[in-house]
């Protein structure tokens, strides 16, 4: 694609209306972020020019780059967070790093003290370029404004081609009012989408892998967020039923075939996966990793697949293939182009096998994993217990829903039970790091970029406490975001582990009580407290159809008492 220029190229302007050019070159629509004394003139560039990009005021500069973050997921484009100085470089890290190690283009940019101001006991002064290098994937800081253009576009051709990943970039005070070259504002307007230029495996180790694929008796794909990355998932579908093969996934990876597919796995893995599912894991003769790492919750620490088991292993990133297993062939490669690539191999060379027997031995332990589900969804004990909650959202919300769910009670019940029965970014859950405050602000951010979509964002109390605040920007913007808190009055994944691994010694993990709907309202939110199950789905239903932001304050079952799918937890 050619060049896109976006102002005249004669003359000059100031850092900041450059840098507002500049994202405006690569097609970014909003901005996450938060106002600082050394924001001014960016601030002042955003409000003068017009440029057309939506810029969203958040309460928390972690807030910012969350939403950005779950905008990237969902939208394609990169999520554009920024900050001041100080407290809000500090600050902004958290959601920077999380979409970092998730391989999710997010641009962060945070304003300065001046050049001229450096090592003089400038108020909010640190090392920006130390403290963001080990935590992206490309980062500088400006110090003359001619670089600006240029460290812009490098900022977006790092973020969207390779493996996708985080940047950052420092603007000092004195940079964003020195002048920048009109005729430099120009971008390659194709790096504002991910993956922006994909690369093709070697087509000798294409040749392998099919032949393996074609010789195994129980293949199985364990598929990562690196598929839904992509948009891989026509390819993967095709690929395992011309080969008759299983398709697990990851957390992330969750979306990367319809969960109604007759060869869906399901979530595998410590944290969503079951005994069932587990099973046909480990029965396995050869494991096709895609975009997934292969880390430590994915396969059980290491222990499912067993060693021995034959490995093929896809990923943009040729540092994460070998590392846990011995891969027979490594298919470094865009996840799209290496299973077409695949299918197309397949299909010269290959028969089609038929996937009755994969189908079949899926359909029986998705029946045992449906089955135990039930008869805790349908129960009418109180506090409420999660698999009811899964069970209600399941029958009232719209299939093109997103769920944004926070890394504690949320993560696991809605991996393991909740069917999408379209493939796609559907589920969002933040496995990098598992902050907990991620999915409140997140959800925003999904709105912001797919608003067509219903969303929902689940979170435990805990997770509620540390960003209620958002509240207040979901009601400014006018987001019919549907919250679901899980209380149950304490830090229960914690808890749970205190429980299992340390006898029930309980220490610092509960807290008092909270009248979460009480909160919501007085952020102006629309807000349902439920304790009775018989309640809850008339309660569900009016919050999904109001049309503003709402809450349900559900009064849960506590994890150290229930029958989570986390498999360290079953004894």
Same mark, same amino acid.
């Given at each position: 694609?050619?060049?896109?220029?976006?102002?005249?190229?004669?003359?000059?302007?100031?850092?900041?209306?450059?840098?507002?050019?500049?994202?405006?070159?690569?097609?970014?629509?909003?901005?996450?972020?938060?106002?600082?004394?050394?924001?001014?003139?960016?601030?002042?560039?955003?409000?003068?020019?017009?440029?057309?990009?939506?810029?969203?005021?958040?309460?928390?500069?972690?807030?910012?780059?969350?939403?950005?973050?779950?905008?990237?997921?969902?939208?394609?484009?990169?999520?554009?967070?920024?900050?001041?100085?100080?407290?809000?470089?500090?600050?902004?890290?958290?959601?920077?790093?999380?979409?970092?190690?998730?391989?999710?283009?997010?641009?962060?940019?945070?304003?300065?003290?001046?050049?001229?101001?450096?090592?003089?006991?400038?108020?909010?002064?640190?090392?920006?370029?130390?403290?963001?290098?080990?935590?992206?994937?490309?980062?500088?800081?400006?110090?003359?404004?001619?670089?600006?253009?240029?460290?812009?576009?490098?900022?977006?051709?790092?973020?969207?081609?390779?493996?996708?990943?985080?940047?950052?970039?420092?603007?000092?005070?004195?940079?964003?009012?020195?002048?920048?070259?009109?005729?430099?504002?120009?971008?390659?307007?194709?790096?504002?989408?991910?993956?922006?230029?994909?690369?093709?495996?070697?087509?000798?180790?294409?040749?392998? =892998? %099919? !032949?393996?694929? #074609?010789? +195994?008796? $129980?293949?199985? *794909?364990?598929?990562?967020?690196?598929?839904?990355?992509?948009? @891989?998932?026509?390819?993967?579908?095709?690929?395992?039923?011309?080969?008759?093969?299983?398709?697990?996934?990851?957390?992330?990876?969750?979306?990367?075939?319809?969960?109604?597919?007759?060869?869906?796995?399901?979530?595998?893995?410590?944290?969503?996966?079951?005994?069932?599912?587990?099973?046909?894991?480990?029965?396995?003769?050869?494991?096709?990793?895609?975009?997934?790492?292969?880390?430590?919750?994915?396969?059980?620490?290491?222990?499912?697949?067993?060693?021995?088991?034959?490995?093929?292993?896809?990923?943009?990133?040729?540092?994460?293939?070998?590392?846990?297993?011995?891969?027979?062939?490594?298919?470094?490669?865009?996840?799209?182009?290496?299973?077409?690539?695949?299918?197309?191999?397949?299909?010269?060379?290959?028969?089609?096998?038929?996937?009755?027997? =994969? %189908? !079949?031995?899926? #359909?029986? +332990?998705? $029946?045992?994993? *449906?089955?135990?589900?039930?008869?805790?969804?349908?129960?009418? @004990?109180?506090?409420?217990?999660?698999?009811?909650?899964?069970?209600?959202?399941?029958?009232?919300?719209?299939?093109?829903?997103?769920?944004?769910?926070?890394?504690?009670?949320?993560?696991?019940?809605?991996?393991?039970?909740?069917?999408?029965?379209?493939?796609?970014?559907?589920?969002?859950?933040?496995?990098?790091?598992?902050?907990?405050?991620?999915?409140?602000?997140?959800?925003?951010?999904?709105?912001?970029?797919?608003?067509?979509?219903?969303?929902?964002?689940?979170?435990?109390?805990?997770?509620?406490?540390?960003?209620?605040?958002?509240?207040?920007?979901?009601?400014?913007?006018?987001?019919?975001?549907?919250?679901?808190?899980?209380?149950?009055?304490?830090?229960?994944?914690?808890?749970?582990?205190?429980?299992?691994?340390?006898?029930?010694?309980?220490?610092?993990?509960?807290?008092?009580?909270?009248?979460?709907?009480?909160?919501?309202?007085?952020?102006?939110?629309?807000?349902?407290?439920?304790?009775?199950?018989?309640?809850?789905?008339?309660?569900?239903?009016?919050?999904?159809?109001?049309?503003?932001?709402?809450?349900?304050?559900?009064?849960?079952?506590?994890?150290?008492?229930?029958?989570?799918?986390?498999?360290?937890?079953?004894?």
């Amino acid at each position: 694609m050619d060049s896109h220029r976006t102002i005249p190229s004669d003359g000059t302007l100031g850092g900041a209306e450059a840098l507002v050019h500049m994202l405006h070159a690569h097609g970014v629509k909003h901005v996450f972020g938060l106002c600082g004394d050394t924001s001014l003139p960016l601030y002042d560039a955003f409000a003068r020019l017009p440029h057309g990009i939506a810029h969203v005021l958040t309460r928390d500069e972690r807030s910012a780059a969350y939403m950005a973050d779950a905008y990237a997921r969902v939208s394609g484009r990169v999520g554009v967070c920024e900050g001041p100085s100080g407290g809000g470089a500090t600050y902004i890290l958290p959601g920077l790093v999380e979409a970092n190690e998730s391989s999710v283009p997010v641009l962060g940019i945070t304003t300065d003290i001046s050049v001229s101001a450096r090592g003089r006991y400038t108020l909010t002064e640190l090392d920006q370029e130390s403290l963001f290098r080990p935590l992206t994937k490309w980062n500088t800081v400006i110090d003359r404004a001619s670089k600006l253009p240029e460290t812009v576009r490098t900022a977006f051709r790092q973020m969207t081609t390779g493996k996708p990943g985080a940047a950052h970039i420092g603007l000092p005070l004195d940079v964003q009012r020195e002048p920048v070259d009109a005729s430099d504002i120009w971008a390659q307007r194709e790096l504002g989408l991910c993956p922006a230029w994909r690369s093709a495996p070697d087509p000798a180790a294409v040749t392998c =892998a %099919a !032949a393996l694929l #074609a010789a +195994a008796e $129980r293949p199985l *794909f364990i598929c990562g967020g690196g598929v839904v990355i992509a948009g @891989a998932e026509v390819e993967l579908a095709a690929l395992a039923q011309h080969a008759g093969a299983m398709v697990a996934t990851t957390i992330s990876g969750k979306g990367s075939i319809a969960e109604n597919h007759p060869l869906a796995l399901g979530v595998v893995g410590s944290n969503g996966g079951t005994p069932a599912t587990r099973e046909l894991v480990s029965r396995a003769d050869l494991v096709v990793f895609v975009g997934c790492r292969a880390g430590s919750v994915t396969t059980e620490k290491w222990s499912v697949p067993k060693r021995g088991t034959r490995i093929v292993h896809v990923d943009i990133d040729p540092g994460v293939i070998g590392v846990s297993y011995p891969t027979e062939v490594a298919l470094v490669g865009d996840a799209k182009l290496t299973l077409a690539a695949l299918n197309a191999e397949f299909a010269r060379n290959h028969k089609a096998r038929p996937d009755k027997l =994969a %189908a !079949a031995a899926i #359909a029986e +332990a998705k $029946r045992g994993k *449906f089955d135990a589900f039930r008869s805790l969804a349908e129960s009418a @004990a109180t506090p409420i217990r999660p698999e009811r909650v899964v069970a209600e959202l399941q029958r009232v919300l719209p299939r093109d829903a997103i769920i944004v769910a926070d890394p504690g009670t949320p993560c696991p019940y809605f991996a393991a039970y909740y069917q999408f029965d379209d493939p796609g970014r559907h589920f969002i859950s933040n496995r990098a790091h598992g902050a907990l405050g991620y999915s409140l602000s997140a959800a925003l951010g999904a709105w912001h970029g797919r608003p067509q979509s219903k969303v929902v964002a689940v979170m435990g109390d805990g997770s509620f406490g540390f960003t209620c605040g958002e509240l207040e920007t979901v009601v400014r913007c006018k987001a019919p975001i549907t919250f679901v808190v899980l209380s149950n009055s304490m830090y229960g994944w914690i808890k749970a582990g205190q429980k299992t691994s340390y006898g029930g010694r309980y220490f610092g993990v509960d807290f008092q009580q909270t009248q979460h709907a009480r909160v919501a309202e007085a952020f102006g939110v629309k807000a349902w407290r439920v304790e009775d199950p018989a309640q809850l789905r008339a309660a569900i239903a009016a919050a999904v159809q109001y049309p503003g932001p709402t809450l349900l304050d559900i009064v849960c079952q506590p994890l150290p008492e229930s029958a989570a799918p986390v498999s360290e937890w079953i004894v």
